[in-house]
């Protein structure tokens, strides 16, 4: 049963992977193309009116995404009580996103900010009306990680032929927007025709929608203040630089995050099931799985980060051209991301929600927020994009910072141990081998693929001449 049940571990992990992957990798493919099609300038009107749109999203879905997970984890062995949660969660999530369409729809008919780009906003608030079919929470709670997966390239497919088809020019800002929008319709038509086969049908009876008041709205806080960092960022640019600058902005952040979001896949698998272990009293599986997947995050994560500091200047111009080579600074500076954002999953959107704890972690992310809004208010007139990615990376550290502090009353995890020890001395000798081929190679493909192949090569063997125990559990396939 033991053994089932790690593997059963193993398949998730390995779906929500390749989900992650692609979720970024489409629309990284994307980025490359529409950056040298619609050019800074455009792409920073659609990220514009697309950060302005996320700000309802967040609050439509009531931090439902993450409580939702758990909340149906804890009721995944009775028919009745899962049917009962996601229609009182249905419900919420309707009253708020019909509330917040109202309100998009009046801000951006009535406040003259946003009336020369006006038919752009109308389109990207299509976001937030899709909101009202949106249950993937469900299919995260019930561990359906493959169906998610699958669906998820389906749509990501046609999303990408649709925008090589219809997106030629740089006035077609407006259909990228709109099919960027309406595209992701499909993933949530498919949750809703799938879940007949899981029996589960709306009831508007015997249901207790204000029993999920009180965690959810610090969800909602939590969620707030996290995507934050993000957010603020874009709107703080916009305000007080051009159009070009939130464009250099936008596109260096995808470029990190493809990174960041494909190693916590690596531990996105693991909240409904630390839920289904704690709330059953076996704390010491918890322990061992959330120090498992620490080691495997720090192993993969430090030389990530070095080598995104490394290529960053070669993949910007490579990717996006010419037009956005004041964008590689910037990715830079937000290849130290890599660290703090993993491992801040980790702790807090994972263990604290496990352990119940959304206060600790609004917490957290309040005084991250904060800071970073305070450090975006010096640090942009100055630097414009680069200063707002210091900022992030700043308020970040200090979010991972206090959720690990808070992480450690709960469960012993294991910092130093022979993985970080081994790990830093191959990560040692791959900014060697980087360094030379830097200063020895011409040409950016030919030093962009040869620091990835040869970087790798070298942190790999070298982790295997150290011993380092992640090697040996991985080719163990644990």
Known sequence: METETKKSFINNTLFNVIYKISNVIFPLIISIYTSRVLLPEGIGKVASAQNIVSYFTLVAALGIPNYGIREIAKVTSSEKKRNQVFSELFVLNFISTSICVMLYYIMILYIEFFHANRFLYIV????????????????????QFSYIAIRNIVVKIFLALCVIIFVKEQEDYIKYAFISGIVSAGNNVFNWIHLK?????????????A?????????????????IYTLVDTTMLSVLCSEEVVGYYASSSKIIRVIVILLTALGGALLPRLTEYYHKGRKEECENLINQVFNYLFFLAVPCGIGMFFV???????????????????????????YVLTFSNLFGTQVLLTVNEEKKLLIATVIGAVLNVTLN?????????????????????????????????YFN????????IATFLSSLFMIIVLSIINHCVNGNIKKMILMIVFGTLSYFLCSIASNNPMTKIIKRGS
């Open 312 to 338: 960053s200047e070669y993949m910007v111009l490579i990717f996006y051209g010419e037009a956005f080579r004041e964008a590689a600074a910037t990715v830079k500076i937000f290849s130290f991301l890599l």
């Open 124 to 143: 990207s608030g299509i976001s937030i009306i899709l909101n009202y079919i949106s249950v993937d929470w469900f299919y995260y709670g019930c561990e």
């Open 377 to 409: 208010a010096c640090l942009i007139p100055m630097y414009m994009q680069n200063g707002a990615a210091t900022a992030s990376v700043i308020s970040e550290t200090v979010v991972t910072i206090i959720t690990f502090i808070y992480a450690r009353k």
């Open 197 to 209: 086969r899981y029996h589960v049908s709306l009831q508007f009876f015997d249901i207790s929608i």
């Open 211 to 227: 029993r999920h008041f009180r965690p959810i709205f610090t969800m909602l806080a939590t969620v707030i203040s996290i995507e």
């Open 413 to 420: 995890i294991r910092l130093l141990n022979r993985n970080m």
